[in-house]
């Protein structure tokens, strides 16, 4: 008897503990904030993101939260919708609103990989093509070159079985996500879109728009007949070269998407 008393209360401070609200980490720079609205709405300008997709953000005061709008279209994000999440994709305070299904590609990214410190999820639709058949989606010119040789695609029905409604909506499927995307930048979503991954909103952006610009172009490319890919050494200094240069195209792009109204 006092065996089920010390199990049933245990099972119920399990559970009040895996309800907890998360604690804050803390106010975000307003900066930080700031560009994560201009992510948005710049990825909508640039056609990755339509009235679906999601950016986040590591939280600049602690590695363990993240930021992230509310569940809304992309371009309609304004700094109040901004929330906090745990790397369990817990909202520190959701306000009463609705958060993304598909949170879970953030957090668990975020726990496997340290070193990412923003995240994009896309349907951009030059890149679905590739997720689906068994060409390779492939750096074509120097502009795409941090995708290095090629880029992982993920199977969802690998873990959840053949009849998912496709959307990683719980931990397991983002941890198998992560595991696909391994120490790569993007990672393909069969029959659904694709995750680019950076170390830093206009990085993150960079590379969001320029893998759907290589879909596109390798997709041309393909059809004037055999194509010449860049090298694993051309794609690495290329890389290294774009990395300093991505704030080049984030002022553009982040001064024409927060023009007043």
């Known amino acids: 008897m006092r065996a089920f008393a010390v199990l049933a209360i245990g099972l119920v401070l399990g559970s009040t503990a895996a309800l907890a609200q998360p604690k804050s980490a803390g106010t975000p720079d307003p900066?930080?904030?700031?560009?994560?609205?201009?992510?948005?709405?710049?990825?909508?300008?640039?056609?990755?993101?339509?009235?679906?997709?999601?950016?986040?953000?590591?939280?600049?005061?602690?590695?363990?939260?993240?930021?992230?709008?509310r569940s809304?279209?992309?371009?309609?994000?304004?700094?109040?919708?901004?929330?906090?999440?745990?790397?369990?994709?817990?909202a520190v305070d959701a306000k009463g609103q609705a958060v993304f299904l598909e949170r879970f590609i953030h957090g668990e990214i975020y726990k496997a990989r340290p070193d990412v410190k923003a995240v994009v999820h896309s349907h951009s639709p030059s890149v679905i093509p590739f997720g689906v058949s068994k060409t390779r989606l492939r750096p074509i010119y120097h502009m795409s070159s941090f995708m290095g040789l090629d880029v992982p695609v993920f199977e969802i029905r690998e873990v959840a079985g053949p009849a998912s409604d496709l959307l990683v909506r719980n931990a397991g499927l983002g941890t198998a996500l992560a595991k696909a995307l391994s120490d790569k930048t993007v990672v393909l979503m069969r029959g659904h879109g694709s995750v680019?991954?950076?170390?830093?909103?206009?990085?993150?952006v960079f590379r969001a728009y320029y893998a759907e610009m290589n879909a596109r172009l390798q997709s041309e490319a393909?059809?004037?007949?055999?194509?010449?890919y860049l090298t694993a050494e051309e794609a690495a200094a290329a890389a290294k070269t774009n990395d300093g240069q991505v704030m080049r195209?984030?002022?553009l792009w982040k001064r024409k998407a927060m023009k007043p109204e």
């Open 249 to 251: 195209p984030w002022e």
């Open 222 to 228: 393909m059809r004037l007949g055999e194509v010449t």
């Open 196 to 204: 680019t991954v950076g170390t830093s909103i206009p990085q993150v």
């Open 31 to 69: 900066r930080l904030v700031e560009d994560l609205v201009a992510a948005n709405r710049v990825l909508v300008d640039l056609g990755v993101l339509d009235g679906f997709g999601h950016v986040s953000v590591r939280h600049d005061k602690d590695a363990s939260r993240y930021l992230m709008s």
């Open 72 to 90: 809304m279209a992309p371009a309609l994000v304004k700094a109040d919708d901004i929330l906090e999440f745990d790397l369990d994709n817990v």
